[in-house]
Nanobody, 123 residues
Framework: VQLQASGGGLVQAGGSLRLSCAASGRTSSSYVMSWFRQAPGKEREFVAGITRRGSNTYYADSVKGRFTISRENALNVVNLQMNSLKSEDTAVYYC?????????????????WGQGTQVTVSS
């Protein structure tokens, strides 16, 4: 399974970006899907996640109310709508899929990772 993330870029503070991640290869019927990010000099951190059927979502406190995660199950695609961006949101964003188990914020529980897409927010 390969994950391809897209949608990153440079945006001014207060602006918006939409990230997408699509799975290809021998995909399963459903995954737990999440986004993580890693800023320079910092550890990778959980941003948002969505359950297999999309009925539940979970967000890091730092992005709650500004970011929205969604999924398109038929396409094995997960999206992250990011609004009211701040300079502290600058990071490489990674999508991650988990084959078995529940939604979790722990990176080690995820089976597949995208290559990362850079998001830079200028102040």
């Amino acid at each position: 399974v390969q994950l391809q993330a897209s949608g990153g870029g440079l945006v001014q503070a207060g602006g918006s970006l939409r990230l997408s991640c699509a799975a290809s290869g021998r995909t399963s019927s459903s995954y737990v899907m999440s986004w993580f990010r890693q800023a320079p000099g910092k550890e990778r951190e959980f941003v948002a996640g969505i359950t297999r059927r999309g009925s539940n979502t979970y967000y890091a406190d730092s992005v709650k109310g500004r970011f929205t995660i969604s999924r398109e199950n038929a396409l094995n695609v997960v999206n992250l709508q990011m609004n009211s961006l701040k300079s502290e949101d600058t990071a490489v964003y990674y999508c991650a899929f988990r084959l078995a188990g529940v939604l979790t914020a722990y990176a080690e529980n995820y089976n597949y990772w995208g290559q990362g897409t850079q998001v830079t927010v200028s102040s």
